[in-house]
């Protein structure tokens, strides 16, 4: 198993432009997360979901957009990048989501945008 | 809300000593789960250990134990007979089971980088 993947590994935006960071696991986890990683700074939860078609905001997830069309993937869309959103990006997942799971972490994507 | 706290943010050890990473959380849930893991240079996020809130239990794993107080609402993590490879930033991280995003996210600690020197 390749467990949780994430591309690119690094990219640089200039600002007001888009992407898309994609993730996506093969262990068939319902549950998926998105984290962002500041400097000196534990994660914090931008969006996660529980199943395909659902999606929910976490504690920080102005500026960002996901979707769950699949379970495998869980693609992370930054809509007219601010210098704010530079910052390292975790895809997890879980096999269940009731606090008691570990999430598995994908290896992750480091965003600047100048 | 739920909180964290690793006021460590650096240690460096000389090798083959033992250290201990603080970690003390807030919850009012009476059912929660801490964790740790680990993130060495290279970035990833490697899972150590879960401890749900019920299990006092001390845990050891080779080189590694945890202490888990609840008395005093720390989880702390010890390394025995240190090692240059064990040179990363450790997280501890608190998963409660309310409702909403705080049953499902994990709230990290500002982490504490070890430094272990051959």
Known sequence: NAGVTQTPKFRILKIGQSMTLQCTQDMNHNYMYWYRQDPGMGLKLIYYSVGAGITDKGEVPNGYNVSRSTTEDFPLRLELAAPSQTSVYFCASSQRGEGGYEQYFGPGTRLTVT | ?118
């Open chain 2, 1 to 118: 809300a739920q909180k964290v706290t690793q006021a460590q943010t650096e240690i460096s050890v000389v090798e083959k000593e033992d250290v201990t990473l603080d970690c003390v959380y807030e919850t009012r849930d009476t059912t929660y789960y801490l964790f740790w893991y680990k993130q060495p240079p290279s970035g990833e996020l490697v899972f150590l250990i879960r401890r749900n809130s019920f299990d006092e239990q001390n845990e050891i794993s080779g080189r590694y134990s945890w202490n888990f107080q609840k008395s005093t609402s720390s989880f702390n993590f010890t390394i025995t007979a240190s090692q240059v490879v064990d040179s990363a930033v450790y997280f501890c991280a608190l998963s409660g089971v309310s409702s909403g995003a705080g049953s499902y996210q994990l709230t990290f600690g500002k982490g504490t980088k070890l430094s272990v020197i051959p």
